[in-house]
């Protein structure tokens, strides 16, 4: 019983949420070559996390995100410095960013680094292989 009991106390406070389904790469083997009519280019929105994760539940609930995909990157959701600015408004949650890095300008990457702090982290993934 005791085992139990230390399980449900548990926290959620580590999310992994694919932010954006969109991504420019025809990378082999990926779902979005093999078999595009099964994908749509969709995202989550400010109002999805505004809604979903309330300032109350990130308080309680949230230490870290990491926005990665499956089917796209993050850094192709619209949202995505919104949501970060939102996110950081309410508690400093760590985020981590895991992306091919691809298309963006340095203009981007300058305006995500002064979102990010020390605690963040953006990992560079070698896809298509």
Known sequence: MEKHNSIQKLALWH???????????????CTRVEVPETLSNRELSLEFF?????PEFI???????TFCGDDGDPIYA???????????SIKPVTIVLVTNGSYRKQEWWEKL?????????????????
């Open 15 to 29: 999310w992994h949420i694919e932010i954006s389904s969109k991504c420019p790469l025809k990378c082999p083997r």
């Open 50 to 54: 505004k809604s979903n994760f309330t």
């Open 59 to 65: 308080q309680d609930h949230v230490e870290k995100i």
């Open 78 to 88: 619209s949202s995505l410095f919104d949501v970060i600015s939102y996110i950081k």
């Open 113 to 129: 680094g002064s979102l990010l702090t020390s605690d963040d982290q953006v990992h560079f993934s070698l896809d298509g292989w």
